[in-house]
């Protein structure tokens, strides 16, 4: 099963689904492989060594979706409108550099 896996759309299709469900933003989807998790011996899991595991990148997985930190996007780019009753040649000319 897992050979066939196609993580990225799992993880798209998770994170669409808890945005359109709860109207929660998902900042990481991790796709285990089975049996990963650590447990107790009565089978509960181990909360506290999952989130250490989790923080520290060793759970072994299969798929793995983070959303870009800030500082890694790109800043939008600011653009100054044109001025009011600006006509398309006077656009063009102010932004190939000619004065008006």
């Not at 929660?24 to 998790?37: D, F, K, M, S, W």
């Not at 780019?77 to 000619?98: E, H, L, Q, V, Y």
């Amino acid at each position: 099963h897992l050979r066939k896996l196609d993580a990225d759309a799992v993880t798209e299709a998770i994170r669409l689904k808890i945005l359109e469900e709860h109207e929660l933003a998902v900042y990481v989807v991790l796709l285990l492989r089975p049996g990963v998790l650590p447990k107790t011996s009565s089978g509960k899991v181990q909360r506290r060594i999952c989130l250490a595991q989790f923080l520290a990148g060793e759970l072994d997985n299969v798929g793995k979706w983070e959303r870009p930190k800030l500082e890694e996007m790109a800043p939008p780019a600011i653009t100054t409108p044109p001025p009011f009753g600006a006509t398309k040649d006077s656009i063009r000319d102010r932004s190939i550099g000619k004065a008006t």
